[in-house]
């Protein structure tokens, strides 16, 4: 079974930052070390949207126009943990965030490709 756990998420102030992770085992393992993964979140009535995208090494990363400057996405291999750093937190960063691995090694905002998906964490930023 893949398997895909994101932490991290809570209730924060406008302003504030929050670490998320995503951690995974069991076959998500093997599916996912050598595979671009990425963030993605979902507003409450609003469609899911991509945050941010990693490739397999790390090497390339990109991000949607809202959070690039306040958002840094990485990964540990070694630990098998895909992160998200959150910076500036604005209330509109309220959603749902989801970690997803990719078939491929690229970095992509696209949800076409990502086939293996989290359970998500809630984020919320009062302002």
């Known amino acids: 079974q893949v398997q895909l756990v994101e932490s991290g998420g809570g209730s924060v102030q406008a302003g504030d930052s929050l670490r998320l992770s995503c951690a995974a085992s069991g076959r998500a393992v093997r599916a996912t070390s050598n595979n671009g993964m990425g963030w993605f979140r979902q507003a409450p009535g609003k469609e899911r949207e991509a945050v941010a995208g990693?490739?397999?090494?790390?090497?390339?990363?990109v991000y949607v126009d809202s959070v690039r400057g306040r958002f840094t996405i990485s990964r540990d291999r070694s630990k098998n943990t895909l992160y998200l750093e959150m910076n500036d937190l604005k209330s509109e960063d309220t959603a749902v965030y989801y970690c997803?691995?990719?078939?491929?090694?690229?970095?992509?905002?696209?949800?076409?490709?990502?086939?293996?998906w989290g359970q998500g964490t809630q984020v919320t930023v009062s302002s």
């Open positions: 997803a691995a990719r078939r491929d090694a690229f970095a992509a905002l696209s949800a076409e490709g990502y086939n293996y």
């Open positions: 990693i490739s397999w090494n790390g090497g390339q990363k």
